[in-house]
């Protein structure tokens, strides 16, 4: 069975839309400013209303803006070594044979060294905010006040929004593939990477919606935290699939030589 171009382009380009959309997560979504009613009932669900000023609350949210999450623009990495995967497929659409044979362990490659070295920042990043919130937000009532006006009213319905959307996205595509051609099943290392992106969303959604929201922005830090080791995973294995290839060309150069 030929493979059905436009429907492969078409996943192509709800995956390319899906990475857009974590990359610019943090400027689409609104952040959120809570009012004195919302601290003042956020406070009471925590038996903290008489440790923490709602005033001070108020202040220091002024002087320091709430921070938009780190979890969907960490799904970022996943998807860009999906993209990046079905990417070189696809060019080998366009492209000789024998060219493709030769580039695409060299782009890997130098994709994986990439996404390997933004991994590593991603989780040093996301362990020292998750460390920093947890710290502050036990620190009554000084730490506590800060951890509040910063991080303490996550914008979880435009999370819950933009992660619906992902999903929809990734599982269209993912139709959109199996109809251009049935025999992508048959490769375990796209249908595993494939998974790991909708799991990685999906794990997302779930730390977001089990706490209060006092707490979400610290399981949106454990999330960026699994989400950037999944994706450090994933790089690691295209890494070593890269290395194999670059040898195999080199091996049959050498023996055609």
Known sequence: MELR???????LVLLGLCVLVEVGA???????????ADIEANLRSEGAQDDVSVDEVLAMQRENPPT??????????VDGL?????????????????VHGQVQGVVSLVGAIV????????LVGAIGLLLLMVSLFTAVPFGTIAYLAIWGFFNRGGASATLGLLMAFKVTAGVCLVL?????????????LFLTSLLAGA??????????????????????I???????????????????SILRVLKLKRTAA
């Open 26 to 36: 943090s400027i689409l979504l609104p952040r959120p400013v809570a009012s004195r």
């Open 203 to 224: 794990i997302l959604s779930i730390l977001h919606g089990w706490v209060p929201l006092l707490l979400v922005s610290i399981t949106d830090a454990v999330g960026a």
């Open 115 to 122: 996404a390997l070295l933004a991994g590593i920042a991603m």
């Open 226 to 244: 699994i989400v950037s080791i999944l994706g450090l995973v994933w790089a690691v294995v295209l890494f070593i699939g890269a290395l194999v």
């Open 5 to 11: 171009k436009p429907l492969f382009i078409a996943a």
């Open 82 to 98: 999906l993209l990046l995967t079905l990417g070189l497929m696809g060019a080998s659409l366009l492209i000789p044979e024998r």
């Open 180 to 192: 251009a051609q049935p025999r992508f099943l048959q490769n375990k290392g796209l249908v595993l």
């Open 68 to 77: 938009p999450g780190l979890g969907i623009p960490y799904l970022a990495l």
